[in-house]
């Protein structure tokens, strides 16, 4: 199975503190979800979280950059695997871009999130593929992201 490789806008002065931003955002997220953490462990860039009969796997990046290893993560896993990045227009043209390698891992999801209005939408692709018409695919995400406007 092919993997890619997902790009990324790089030199972003504000990349560690958008990082710590989402990661800060995550955990708030994390606390009010109804199934409680069980153990939590954290790099720089992930959050290993494990609930009551779940494993989940959280990377944070604000923009997508090379994520060979969210991609290698999540093939053959059975863990759920979310990316955690910030609701903007590049990001969307991004998951475009690498569709069809995103639909091939049914436990893959994006939060797209707006810290300033501290809202998030959630795409999985796999399943999106399943419901969604290949020609309205990048109105629709557009729609869902303008929903609780861009970060940009």
Not at 102 to 127: D, G, H, M, R
Request: a neutral charge; glycine letters at 4%.
């Amino acid at each position: 199975m092919h993997l890619g490789k997902i790009k990324i806008t790089k030199g972003i002065a504000s990349f560690p503190m958008r990082i710590e931003e989402l990661k800060q955002w995550l955990k708030t997220f994390l606390k009010n979800k109804e199934h409680p953490v069980v153990h939590l462990e954290e790099t720089a860039d992930t959050l290993f979280v494990e609930y009551t009969g779940e494993k989940h796997v959280y990377i944070i990046h604000p923009h997508f950059e090379d994520k060979q290893h969210l991609l290698t993560q999540a093939a053959g896993k059975e863990h759920q695997i979310t990316l955690v990045v910030l609701n903007t227009r590049k990001n969307i043209a991004q998951v475009i871009a690498w569709w069809d390698i995103l639909i091939q891992y049914p436990q893959l999801n994006i939060f797209f999130v707006a810290p300033k209005t501290n809202e998030k939408w959630v795409l999985y692709p796999s399943t999106h593929n399943k419901i969604i018409e290949p020609q309205n695919l990048e109105k629709g995400l557009h729609a869902l992201a303008e929903g609780i406007g861009y970060d940009e």
